[in-house]
């Protein structure tokens, strides 16, 4: 129960929970922008960042806990070249509301759900085949299984246009500005390969073994060649290699589900939305026949986008909550009513025509 308080603090800390690290390298220096960049983010939601504007290497860690990440780009890099994670409590992205309503209902969860280590050789800007190459990607991660996480490696080929108009280094990467990308996901159920970069020489490169409780993958002599179109200079041109897990939202999303029917079924509580599907409006009938308390209730597209909050105040027990809600203005499309009420959590799915 102890390892569980750890990392539900960890996790449900606001909307600056994340944990993970990045790298990004120019094939060169404008006097505005660094070549090398690196971070290391821990859950405090506070970036670890070192960097230098003289085109030199660019290294990063953070230590908190057992959060512990290094990163560095360059041939001067105090560690190896290329971005580093090692032994993560839990490791993610932003951790939104959406998020954490998903986050899974255990009694315990190990310390060390994720172990990754992650290495390439510096970037080679090749101007005779206007390629991008990353080379020598290497690297193994393991995953603790039924603790509902996922582990997540993007590598990015990408256009920063915001710095080209105003003189200042763009340093987030919109989707609009990415040229190539692959993106390696590792869940209860494997690796699962997305992107243009990917085919099936690039997936026999990766070993997997499953044991049943714990998933470990190997990875070694690993290049991604990226042509580049023409048209855009190389000197443009900027690669990003990142590291991340979250709660897998869409897994613990069947699993409460399922749950949400069974409560209903033994008449622990009542939650019905009608009609479904619908055009213009829903009406949402909610009570709790085991404990009063503060009852939440929102709706959110399956984006994680919160589109309303339609009830937030405390509910007696087996008092019945009947509100109807106009979602004409939706757009089209799946939406989840949320319902959590002193920690249990509820979900349905409507359908907006």
């Avoid at 932003?94 to 290495?119: G, H, W």
């Avoid at 897990?245 to 622990?268: Q, R, V, W």
């Avoid at 009830?311 to 087996?318: L, T």
């Avoid at 019945?320 to 319902?339: A, C, F, H, R, T």
Wanted: charged share 25%; aromatic share 10%.
């Amino acid at each position: 129960m102890k390892k569980l308080v750890i990392i539900l603090f960890m996790l449900l800390f606001s909307n600056s929970v994340f944990a993970g690290w990045s790298t990004s390298e120019r094939n060169s220096c404008k006097w505005w922008a660094r070549k090398y960049h690196a971070t290391a983010r821990v859950f405090t939601g506070l970036p670890a960042v070192q960097t230098t504007g003289n085109c030199g290497y660019a290294y990063a860690e953070k230590i908190k806990n057992c959060a512990w990440q290094k990163a560095s780009r360059g041939d001067n890099g105090v560690w190896a070249q290329g971005g580093v994670s090692n032994k993560f409590c839990s490791r993610g992205e932003v951790v939104t509301d959406f998020d954490q309503f998903f986050l899974p209902m255990v009694d315990d969860i190990e310390e060390n759900i994720e172990e990754s280590e992650i290495t390439a050789d510096a970037t080679i800007f090749d101007p005779g085949s206007h390629t991008v190459v990353i080379p020598n990607i290497s690297g193994k991660i393991k995953l603790v299984k039924n603790n509902g996480f996922y582990s997540d490696i993007r590598f990015s080929v990408w256009k920063p246009n915001d710095d080209n108009v105003n003189m200042v280094q763009d340093e987030k990467m919109d989707e609009s500005e990415i040229l190539s990308r692959l993106s390696i996901k590792l869940t209860d159920d494997g690796l699962i390969f997305k992107g243009d970069l990917v085919s099936e020489e690039l997936k026999s490169k990766f070993t997997v073994v499953d044991n049943g409780r714990e998933i470990y993958v190997v990875f070694n002599d690993v290049s991604l060649k990226i042509p580049v179109d023409s048209n855009i200079a190389l000197e443009d041109i900027a690669v990003e290699i990142e590291g991340d897990g979250a709660p897998d939202t869409k897994s613990n999303m069947a699993k409460m589900s399922n749950s949400t029917d069974l409560a209903i079924s033994n008449n622990d509580f009542k939650f019905k939305v009608y009609p479904n599907p619908t055009s213009d409006f829903i009406n949402i009938e909610y009570s709790n026949n085991q404990s009063s308390g503060q009852t939440n209730i929102s709706i959110y597209s399956l984006s994680g986008v919160k589109m309303k909050d339609v009830f937030a105040e405390i509910s007696n027990r087996g008092k019945s909550q009947s509100i109807k809600v106009d979602i004409s203005s939706y757009p089209k499309g799946v939406y989840l009513i949320l319902v959590d009420n002193n920690g249990k959590k509820l979900s349905k799915q409507i359908i907006k025509n």
